[in-house]
C-alpha cells in the first residue's frame, strides 16, 4: 500500500488520460469546471455578487422586490421568478443556485400579496409580471444591476408556472419559459357562482390566503376565474408561444397540479410548432425532496437553450 506522501506525490500527474499527451512541466492538472448548483464561484472584488433591495411599480402601486445580482461585468441574462398562491414556496434556494450561474434573478410578491401594496387578483398579478418586464428592461436599471434586457427569462412555480406562460405570449420580450407545477386556473372556476362548488373553492382559497393577501377574498377571486375563465387556462396560451423554448416540470406526487393536465399542455405546444420539453420528478407539489435536481433541472435547460 503507498504512503500518503507517496500518493500526494504523484497526485499532480492523476489527470493524465491514455491516448492524450500533455505538453506542460509536471503534468499539472486541468482547472476544475465548477458546479453552481453547489459550488460558490470565483470572488471577483472588482463586480462582487450583491443583493438588491427595492420595489417595482405597476398602476401606481409599490411592490416589494429583490434581485440577485451576480459576479462579473455582465451584462447577465436575467430570470424573474414567479411565486405562487400564495406564494409560501418562493424557490429562493433556485435564485442563488442561478445567480451562481450567471444569472440576475429578479423576484418581487405581485400587488397586494405578502405586504406589497395594492390589492391582490389574478388580473392583478399578469399586470405585475408585464410591468416587471417592462422595469428591468429599461436602460438605466439594466446598467445599474449589471443585466441584459435582451435576454430575459421567465421562471414560475404553480399560480406563478401559469402566470411565466401568460406572461410570455403577452410579452415578445421574454425568450424561455419554466413552468414548475403551472397552475390550470380556470380549474377553479365553478359553473355556477351560486352553488356549492363555488362556496366550496372560495373557502380553500380563503384558507390559503389567510393574511397574506390583501383587499380579496375567496369569492372574489372564484368570481373573477367564473368571469374570465379563458384568460387563465393555459391551453389558450398555447399559440403564443410560438417557438419560444418552454420547461415543464412536474411532480409524480403533486396532488395539487394534475400531472395530466401538465402533459396535456406541453403536448398541445409541440403539436403547435413549439419547442415545449416535460420533465417528471419523484416529487411533491414544492418539489421538496428534489430541490438539487430541480436546480440542475432549470439551469442546465436556461444555459443550454435561454443564454
Known amino acids: 500500500m503507498r504512503s500518503r ?9 492523476r489527470w493524465a488520460v491514455v491516448g492524450l499527451v500533455i505538453a506542460l512541466a509536471g503534468c499539472a492538472a486541468p482547472a476544475p469546471v465548477l458546479d453552481p448548483v453547489i459550488v460558490d464561484p470565483p470572488e471577483d472584488l472588482s463586480h462582487p455578487p450583491r443583493l438588491w433591495e427595492g420595489a417595482f411599480e405597476s398602476e401606481g402601486e409599490a411592490m416589494n422586490a429583490i434581485a440577485y445580482v451576480p459576479a462579473g461585468p455582465g451584462p447577465h441574462p436575467v430570470a424573474i421568478l414567479l411565486h405562487g398562491f400564495p406564494g409560501n414556496e418562493r424557490n429562493l434556494d433556485l435564485a442563488h443556485t442561478l445567480r451562481r450561474g450567471g444569472w440576475n434573478v429578479v423576484f418581487f410578491h405581485y400587488r397586494g400579496a405578502w405586504g406589497s401594496a395594492g390589492v391582490f387578483s389574478f388580473g392583478n398579478a399578469l399586470e405585475d409580471v408585464g410591468a416587471v418586464i417592462a422595469r428591468v428592461r429599461e436602460p438605466q436599471w439594466a446598467a445599474d444591476h449589471r443585466a ?17 406562460i401568460a406572461g410570455a405570449t403577452e410579452s415578445p420580450a421574454v425568450r424561455c419559459v419554466v413552468a414548475l407545477a403551472p397552475a390550470d386556473l380556470s380549474r377553479a372556476a365553478p359553473d355556477d357562482l351560486l352553488g356549492p362548488v363555488a362556496r366550496e373553492a372560495a373557502r380553500r382559497l380563503d384558507a390559503m390566503a389567510a393574511g397574506r393577501l390583501a383587499g380579496t377574498s375567496g369569492m372574489a377571486l372564484v368570481t373573477e376565474l367564473y368571469a374570465e375563465r379563458d384568460r387563465f387556462d393555459p391551453m389558450q396560451r398555447v ?18 397540479v394534475p400531472l395530466y393536465g401538465q402533459k396535456r399542455f406541453v403536448d398541445a405546444v409541440n403539436e403547435n410548432g413549439g419547442r415545449a420539453r416535460l420533465v417528471v420528478l419523484d416529487a411533491d407539489h414544492a418539489f421538496s425532496s428534489q430541490r438539487i435536481t430541480l436546480a440542475r433541472q432549470v439551469l442546465g435547460f436556461l444555459d443550454g437553450r435561454c443564454r
Open 5 to 13: 506522501k507517496t500518493f500526494q506525490a504523484a497526485a499532480p500527474c
Open 148 to 164: 441584459d434586457p435582451e435576454r430575459i427569462v421567465l421562471v414560475g412555480h404553480s399560480m406563478g408556472g401559469f402566470m411565466a
Open 239 to 256: 399559440a403564443g408561444l410560438g417557438d419560444r423554448p418552454v420547461l415543464v416540470v412536474a411532480g409524480s406526487r403533486d396532488r395539487v
